[in-house]
């Protein structure tokens, strides 16, 4: 049995450090080929979204609120399995230790259903550059969680982009094929397309939907075109 030790680390930054020390602690794994870095990727994104539903949703924390997280997981058939009996959350700021205890219990109870369960992304589109690029936002629980770049092509389209909450996802470049409005498409289909994505670092994620979002504020953005 190994432990995941955070350390102090900011609740902005919880979930790159929790990757980073994993990846960390398993890099001798990846060497002799014991562990695929894609299943270390896969339990941080796990472990990960577990934390935004204590930390974002049940919690209420602010970013800047310091947090520690202690965990321990074994190591079967090249699959990382967290025992999660043994997650120990501490924060920093007036929030009793019941409190923090009654909220790791509910949620544990919930984990696996937390887990296995698509996460419900929505999608609203923003607008058109004079290339044709379709610039949309990701949301999730009614927050901008991400961004899509969608180029449509004769009936399809090739898109990419990334969600920095509940955990960091990448969505390489892909083709999709589409029948009619590629925005009704895309809404009723982002869960399906976003499973596709990748776990990864958050700083990475928001690297990308930073470079997407920016073509709304160039001259090339079409306000006319914008949609709610």
């Not at 230790?97 to 949620?107: H, K, L, P, Q, T």
């Amino acid at each position: 049995m190994v432990t995941l030790r955070s350390g102090l680390v900011i609740a902005g930054g919880y979930a790159d450090k929790v990757r980073r020390v994993l990846f960390a602690q398993l890099k001798n794994k990846i060497k002799s080929g014991e562990l695929e870095s894609k299943e270390i990727a896969r339990a941080a994104g796990e472990l990960n979204r577990l934390l935004f539903e204590m930390f974002v949703t049940e919690l209420r924390i602010d970013k800047g609120d310091v947090v520690r997280i202690t965990v321990d997981y074994d190591i079967e058939n090249g699959r990382i399995e967290w025992k999660l009996g043994t997650l120990k959350v501490e924060i920093w700021r007036r929030i009793s230790d019941r409190e923090i205890e009654s909220i790791i219990s509910e949620v544990i109870e919930k984990a696996e259903e937390i887990i296995s369960s698509a996460i419900q992304f929505t999608i609203r589109r923003e607008g058109k550059t004079d290339t044709d690029d379709l610039v949309y936002t990701i949301i999730y629980e009614n927050r901008e969680a991400g961004a899509l770049l969608a180029t449509p092509i004769n009936g399809k389209a090739i898109i990419r982009g990334a969600v920095v909450e509940p955990t960091p996802l990448v969505l390489k470049k892909s083709v999709i094929e589409y029948e009619e409005d590629l925005d009704d498409f895309l809404s009723q289909n982002i869960v399906q397309i976003m499973k596709g994505a990748d776990n990864t670092e958050k700083r990475e994620a928001e690297r990308i939907v930073r470079e997407i979002k920016s073509l709304i504020h160039g001259e090339s953005f079409r306000e006319e075109d914008k949609q709610a």
